[in-house]
């Protein structure tokens, strides 16, 4: 039996469990929430795991097995980002925890994808991740958003309350502003951490560049 691992974190990310859950218990949930097409569709996903005696293990794993780039063994069931996109969305309606980790964030994994970002940062507080937890380098997710240039994570971000002056952990401490390489973010940002506030429409600016794909990318399966 193979054992997949991730952790869950309570209490604002202050208290960390290693979670175990058997590897084809996600493949099972992830193989048919693959082909629900409608939340209607649900109902069968919900039997099956109200039969299983760790069902939120289980739904906190698959949520992240879904979108680590080495989850080779679901690439045939996910040939499309919509598949990934629309199952990552069942997940959170069956009550997927977001506040779990995979050596990054959750969030982190995500960020390439402003729409699912939005998602997250508007679910209910039980669900919602937390914008500012720094990892063991002391980087958070607005400075994961800021090294690859992605505006609209960068905004949605910031709206749900990130901290641009957070600094990680090197002997000279770097913030979000540092890590960023586009003129208008690190415009952006700056002004944040000045307490100005720029008349910068992030949300909707089209970047002029394809921003850097990091390594870990919900994209991994497009």
Partial sequence: MTIFNFLRTYDNWSNDKEVEVNINDLILVLKKLSKVEDETDLEEIRTILEAMPDKQDVLDGSLIQLVIPHSKDLEKYFNNIDIVKRT?????LLGANTNIKYE???LCYCLSDSAIVRMMLQLPSSQKPNVDYQDELGETALMEAAKANYH???YHLIYAGANPKLLNYKPIGQNA???ASAPNI???LVSLEYGKKLDIQLAVQEEK????????SLFSFS
């Fill in 104 to 106: 990054m964030t959750l």
């Fill in 152 to 154: 609209q994570s960068i």
């Fill in 177 to 179: 502003s540092d890590f």
């Fill in 186 to 188: 690190i415009e952006y």
């Fill in 88 to 92: 990552f969305k069942w997940l959170l």
């Fill in 209 to 216: 560049q394809p921003s850097k794909t990091p390594k870990h």
